[in-house]
């Protein structure tokens, strides 16, 4: 159990870097829309929380946590408003078509 809460405890502190968090939610898009909403959770966390991040945001709590949620399917103003807030914003590069 200590190595888990160790390994979450290092992961957030090392999300409060903005330039981690970016290479960090990379990696999670890159596995898939429910590894980035995790990502999104964690860096939130890291940054104080869905409460911090609402009213950095402007945003609903409630509605926050649904988005961020495990069946969340944020509005693409939302996940920019969050973005935002993290200081990230949102970019696209070119891969091979699959």
Do not use: H, K, W
């Not at 990379?26 to 596995?31: I, P, V």
């Not at 609903?60 to 399917?73: A, H, I, P």
């Amino acid at each position: 159990m200590a190595l888990t809460a160790d390994y979450q405890e290092d992961l957030l502190e090392r999300l409060s870097d903005p330039d981690y968090a970016a290479g960090y939610l990379s990696a999670c898009a890159e596995d898939g829309q429910d590894e980035f909403l995790l990502g999104l959770r964690n860096v939130a966390e890291a940054l104080g929380g869905v409460t911090q991040l609402a009213a950095d945001t402007e945003l609903n709590r409630e509605g926050l946590y649904r988005m961020l949620s495990e069946d969340g399917n944020p509005r693409l103003s939302s996940l920019f408003a969050v973005l935002a807030a993290f200081g990230l914003q949102f970019q696209c590069i070119a891969t091979e078509p699959t």
